[in-house]
């Protein structure tokens, strides 16, 4: 996982409650089953007419936020499925930090893992940023101090447990991460848990 | 202290403890499908790994599976290599694989309970946000991503946060004609799409332990729908009479033991919940969405709501979008919403009882000239089910396509798939936009109201239709 520690970068703004997963990824494209190269389809229906021509009044097709790092959604953004292809697309646009003021639980540990940052914040918070983007304005995140800098030098607190911060600062993989550190205590509950409750493994 | 079955079910498999309130909690077991696998599978070839615990897992095909022509190769060529590759996998790491040919196949939410691989008191997990269906036999089952699958293939835990506690309490008797389907649909349209973020759900009361295991699982499956990775009921002797003989469930002596573990699950008196929400069954009627967000739904009584109406300028754009995708008109009366199509079926509606009541008020009648109506079992054991008590001959003679089991129009990934501006009367789980097909219209509700839209040809109360009970 490639580490996340600080990223400046154009803001784009994608204001609107309940963007679900399959606006993010529409379901016809889930037969691929590679995760790399879905940035084509991310947003795929509000991107592209039928005709596959760029929509031009959706946000990511217009300049300056075609070039988006940074996204600022609306509430509960990535509701919806579980897929993982939602936030691979979005990553793979060049956009690896979201800010809303709440996201969908599954996709929001979905970008965890791939060193991708949610951050949730305020209403205050996101209506500044909200403007901030719609000036065409960059951020600055900065994962370290915790804390994402406006244009007006202004500062906004990303909250995060130290144990996801720790593993999106280093790019941990999370599966030799457990196996390294938690191997034999898995081990020792499995064997509890077995005799514990016999009729579980018969 | 009293503790909460959640409480029960989460301690009980906190493996290790971290700082900052991450637990690594242990999962029992865990199904897999066609979509959210591959790339799991991919991660333990790259990093050399081995499935942990090979029996903790059971494979299905069921998302972009076709509902016709069985017998012959999947036409579409990238659907069947998705397939191919979950068989595959499945093969190369030692897993149960359920093919399209075994008597077992159904979607995973329908096949799992049903084999018993779904118990009370274990943690069960699905790359798949409908996996809290599980929940309604007492079992701690949320949905992930393709990534916490790996996890889970590796090393059998997850790291998570504890959850908070809502307890949706459901007083008195339904009415006749309502169900769960309109339970949990009044509950995601009171809690709204986003009301139950970070919160585990235990539904109770009257109405809900009244539910057959059919309508638990029906009203545990959308809690996503409010925000809710997990939905629980707790279990009791209608849950221990529907598993008892299940192929996977504890025999003999080990049956009793279950049980009697089991029924220390429940959460005890006193127990203290975050949240609380209360609803009075005997005051429901029908419930249908007119949106885009399974949130926005109204009784089928009533009528489409207009955005000046809404609380504040947010929630007026949100309904705005949604009528304007969804061609309708504030105000006007939601049994004037015609319908073209009808899909009786998913993870949410598609089992026996579903098909039953869909059955009863079909019988002797005709859909409505020009609506298409599709009804696809859940299962192959719901589908021979409703074959050995004719409901297929109903579902036929009334002009319904009588499908094989799959995920089909609820998330149209195979050739089951809307036009554009198609308007479905629909018993899946998301009215989303496109999620029938690009351009495609959901309205979502029971499988006794899509029976009666289908006969009327526009939203219709089931209650005219179902005669003295």
């Known amino acids: ?202 | 202290m009293p503790s909460t079955l959640y409480d029960k079910l989460w301690n009980s498999h906190v493996v290790a403890q971290e700082e900052g309130g991450i637990s690594l909690l242990y999962i029992d077991r865990a199904m897999l499908h066609e979509v959210s696998s591959p790339q799991a599978f991919a991660a333990l070839r790259e990093k050399g790994l081995k499935v942990r615990n090979t029996g903790a897992f059971l494979a299905v095909a069921d998302h972009s599976i076709p509902t016709r022509h069985r017998d012959r190769p999947i036409a579409d060529p990238q659907a069947r290599a998705q397939v191919e590759l979950l068989a595959r996998n499945a093969h190369d790491f030692g897993i149960d694989m359920i093919g399209l040919d075994d008597p077992r196949q159904g979607i995973v939410h329908v096949t799992g309970p049903e084999q018993g691989f779904t118990l009370p008191g274990l943690t069960l997990v699905c790359g798949d946000s409908h996996t809290a269906t599980h929940g309604a036999f007492g079992t701690l089952a949320f949905g992930i991503g393709s990534g916490e699958c790996e996890s889970v293939l590796a090393t059998q835990v997850l790291r998570l946060t504890k959850a908070k506690t809502l307890r949706v309490t459901v007083h008195g008797d339904l009415p006749p004609g309502v169900g769960a389907k309109d339970i949990i649909l009044a509950v995601v349209g009171k809690l709204g799409s986003n009301g139950a973020i970070g919160h585990a759900i235990e539904y109770t009361g009257h109405a809900i332990r009244a539910l057959s295991m059919e309508g638990r699982m029906t009203l545990c499956n959308m809690s996503i729908e409010a925000g809710s990775r997990t939905g629980l009921v707790a279990p009791d002797e209608v849950t221990f009479a529907w598993l008892k003989g299940r192929p996977l469930a504890p025999q003999g002596a080990d049956w009793d033991d279950a049980v009697a573990y089991w029924r220390t699950l429940p959460s005890d008196a006193g127990a203290v919940f975050d949240r609380e929400i209360e609803i009075d069954a005997t005051k429901l009627v029908p419930q249908v969405s007119w949106g885009t967000s399974p949130d926005q739904v109204a009784d089928v009584t009533g009528r489409v709501p207009d955005p000046a109406g809404a609380g504040d300028a947010e929630m007026a754009a949100k309904m705005a979008k949604a009528l304007s995708y969804m061609g309708l008109t504030p105000g006007m009366a939601v049994r004037d919403i015609v319908i073209g199509h009808v899909f009786i079926g998913s993870c949410t509606n598609g089992r026996i009882e579903d098909l039953r009541i869909a059955a009863r008020i079909l019988k002797d009648r005709r859909v409505a000239v020009g609506v298409q109506a599709l009804v696809v079992p859940g299962s192959k054991a719901v589908k021979s089910q409703a074959e050995a008590e004719g409901l297929d001959a109903i579902f036929r003679a009334a002009g319904f396509d009588w499908r094989e089991p799959g995920c089909s129009l609820c998330v149209a990934m195979n050739d089951d798939r809307l036009p554009p501006d198609a308007r479905c009367a629909s018993t899946s789980n998301r009215n989303f936009e496109g999620r029938q097909g690009q351009g495609a219209r959901t309205h979502l509700m029971g499988p006794a109201m899509a029976a009666a839209s289908a006969i009327a040809g526009h939203i219709a109360d089931p209650r005219d239709y179902l005669g003295e009970a």
């Not at chain 1, 600080?6 to 691929?32: G, Q, S």
């Not at chain 1, 500044?128 to 030098?153: E, F, H, Q, W, Y």
Request: aromatic share 8%; hydrophobic share 40%; net charge negative.
């Open chain 1, 1 to 202: 996982m490639q580490p996340f520690t600080t990223l400046t970068a154009i803001v784009a703004p994608l204001e609107e409650a309940d963007i679900d997963t399959d606006i993010i990824y529409p379901a016809r494209f889930l037969t691929i089953t590679e995760k790399k190269g879905l940035g084509r389809y991310a947003f795929h229906d509000r991107r592209y007419d039928g005709q596959g021509r760029e929509v031009a009044g959706f946000v990511l097709n217009r300049d300056p936020w075609r070039h988006a790092g940074i996204l600022v959604a609306g509430p509960n953004f990535g509701c919806g499925s579980s897929r993982e292809q939602a936030p691979w697309a979005i990553l793979d646009l060049g956009i690896r930090c979201i800010i809303a003021p709440s996201f969908g639980e599954i996709f929001r540990g979905n970008c965890y893992r791939n060193g991708m940052l949610p951050v949730t914040v305020g209403e205050a918070d996101h209506a500044a940023l909200l403007s901030d983007a719609g000036a065409g304005a960059s951020l600055d995140v900065d994962l370290n101090a915790r804390t994402i800098t406006r244009p007006d030098g202004s500062t906004i607190a990303i909250p995060i447990e130290d144990g996801k911060r720790d593993a999106l600062l280093n790019g941990w993989d999370e599966v030799m991460g457990i196996l390294n550190l938690y191997a034999g205590t898995i081990d020792r509950y499995e064997q509890d848990r077995r005799a514990r409750l016999p009729w579980l493994n018969r």
